[in-house]
């Protein structure tokens, strides 16, 4: 069993940044691709970006090049840097595991 533990959000002016964390238990964490996702309220859940055990990054285009997905596999920790924040990235993050473990969220607000 994994637990995933999402921490980092919070209330961000546009323009701003937050960094969001996704702490694992379980060591089987560092061997697999971590995601993170998000939900806007009344949206569908999307896919945000993924990090492959090898460090492999993928970024869905509408925060390509605002934010950057990390990991630290001795911490059994995945990062999300998120910069340039829109309001439109408002939404509860996730991160979830290749198999399918997800964390309970963390909410993140782009407001003046």
């Known amino acids: 069993q994994v637990q995933l533990v999402e921490s980092g959000g919070g209330l961000a002016q546009p323009g701003g940044s937050l960094r969001l964390s996704c702490a694992a238990s379980?060591?089987?964490?560092?061997?697999?691709?971590v995601g993170w996702h998000r939900q806007a309220p009344g949206m569908q859940r999307e896919w945000v970006a993924s990090?492959?055990?090898?460090?492999?990054?993928f970024y869905g285009d509408s925060v390509k090049g605002r934010f950057t997905i990390s990991r630290d596999n001795a911490k059994n920790t995945v990062y999300l840097q998120m910069n340039s924040l829109k309001p439109e990235d408002t939404g509860v993050y996730y991160c979830k595991t290749s198999e399918n473990y997800w964390g309970q969220g963390t909410q993140v607000t782009v407001s003046s």
């Open positions: 379980g060591s089987i964490f560092r061997l697999n691709t």
């Open positions: 990090i492959t055990r090898g460090r492999t990054t």
